[in-house]
Nanobody
Framework: QVQPVESGGGLVQPGGSLRLSCLASGSRGNAMAWFRQAPGKQRELVARITSGGSVNYADSVKGRFSISRDNAENTVYLQMNSLKPEDTAAYYC?????????????WGQGTQVTVSS
């Protein structure tokens, strides 16, 4: 796979939930991460899951977001709860190292998440 395929974004109200999916064929045995980029802001790391299943999150989403993976299906998920307007951004996934968040694959098209009343 030359790039991941993200899906699941959409328009939700504040306080709502959304589940993003990332098809990442060939990612088994590697760490994966979710990133996001809002207009006028740099792309930032949101969550990472290592090859061993360890997870870490940006301070801004701790307690609200949860990253998981299904190795058999080569799919990575991002469950987003208690969404806030400031979560509005384009979300991307990518292959990363167990030790850092440097993206290794070509970026996919991403999936847009908009939180608004």
């Amino acid at each position: 796979q030359v790039q991941p395929v993200e899906s699941g974004g959409g328009l939700v109200q504040p306080g709502g939930s959304l589940r993003l999916s990332c098809l990442a064929s060939g990612s088994r045995g590697n760490a994966m991460a979710w990133f996001r980029q809002a207009p006028g802001k740099q792309r930032e790391l949101v969550a990472r899951i290592t090859s061993g299943g360890s997870v870490n999150y940006a301070d801004s989403v701790k307690g609200r977001f949860s990253i998981s993976r299904d190795n058999a299906e080569n799919t990575v998920y991002l469950q987003m709860n208690s969404l806030k307007p400031e979560d509005t951004a384009a979300y991307y996934c990518n292959l990363v190292s167990d030790y850092n968040s440097v993206p290794r694959w070509r970026w996919g098209q991403g999936t847009q998440v908009t939180v608004s009343s």
